[in-house]
């Protein structure tokens, strides 16, 4: 997954869910401490799901190589006391659905398809009696991850053969199709 197709999907989780981008963060970064509101995204379970395809590359000699691609987007929403983050969530689902968060997610080359249910996990916080509201749901993304392949160019096919006392010789010019 590209870095910007990471952007794309924070940026649209954001807007969504009507929160400051710092609001939402990927998880696993050292060093933030933002108060609640705020949203956690982690992409796991990343999985081709046909052979790969191969495109004319940018350069010649070049392919471009596209392999379709499923992961789980795991989105957990962490709130203040008295809110309700599933809510959030199930709003943040429905949300996908819409015409302009589909158009975003095709310009950006990533597809909502699936979603599991939205689970609150809330918990008590340690060393106190106060509750953290927490939700979490995984959803279903699908992408092309993208290489470029060297494969070089033929220029000209030679075939040189002896059928019986025959001896055959013949050559084929590289024809581009596309």
């Given at each position: 997954m590209t870095k910007e197709m990471r952007k794309a999907i924070h940026d649209i989780i954001a807007r969504v869910l009507d929160?400051?981008?710092k609001r939402v963060i990927w998880r696993n970064q050292d060093g933030i401490k933002i108060a609640n509101p705020v949203v956690t995204l982690f992409v796991y379970s990343k999985q081709a799901q046909a052979m790969a395809e191969f495109r004319q590359g940018s350069e010649?000699?070049?392919k471009?190589?596209?392999v379709p691609t499923?992961?789980?987007l795991e989105v957990q929403m962490f709130d203040q006391r008295g809110e309700f983050p599933s809510d959030k969530l199930e709003y943040l689902v429905r949300c996908l659905e819409l015409p302009d968060v589909v158009e975003e997610c095709t310009k950006a080359g990533i597809?909502?398809?699936d979603s599991e249910p939205v689970q609150d996990v809330t918990v008590l916080l340690p060393n106190s009696q106060?509750?953290?509201p927490r939700a979490a749901v995984d959803l279903h993304i699908r992408y092309a991850e993208v290489m470029t392949a060297n494969v070089g160019e033929i220029d000209e096919v030679a075939i040189n053969g002896t059928v019986g006392e025959r001896t055959l010789s013949f050559s084929v010019p590289n024809?581009?199709?596309e």
């Open positions: 929160l400051e981008g010649e000699g070049t471009a190589v596209y499923d992961a789980v597809v909502f398809f106060q509750y953290e024809v581009d199709n």
